[in-house]
């Protein structure tokens, strides 16, 4: 049974820092695209920043700089550090686990957290 379990969200205030912890289970980790997003209300979803099974990361130009995802593998967990974060960062964010198991493409979700910034 595959399943991604987010934790870390809360309340900052601007300026404030936040650490976003995906655990993933079901035997998927060490294959997968892991990937942050995140929906604002009346928005539409949005990539925040992935890393994939090599390490490599991409991040959305509004974070780059102020966020960092990094991966342990000890834990078959991702990380998501958030720093110097601003109002616009309010969001349901989401973890997101892709890749390919016996030759079967697969898409997994967690059930998002909330990250609410405001003084």
């Known amino acids: 049974q595959v399943q991604l379990v987010e934790s870390g969200g809360g309340l900052v205030q601007p300026g404030g820092s936040l650490r976003l912890s995906c655990t993933v289970s079901?035997?998927?980790?060490?294959?997968?695209?892991v990937g942050w997003y995140r929906q604002a209300p009346g928005k539409e979803r949005e990539l925040v920043a992935s890393?994939?099974?090599?390490?490599?990361?991409n991040y959305a130009d509004s974070v780059k700089g102020r966020f960092t995802i990094s991966r342990d593998s000890a834990k078959n967990s991702v990380n998501l550090q958030m720093n110097s974060l601003k109002p616009e960062d309010t969001a349901v964010y989401y973890c997101n686990a892709r890749g390919a198991r016996f030759a079967r493409a697969y898409d997994y979700w967690g059930q998002g957290t909330q990250v609410t910034v405001s003084s």
């Open positions: 890393i994939t099974s090599g390490g490599y990361t």
């Open positions: 079901g035997g998927i980790f060490s294959g997968s695209t």
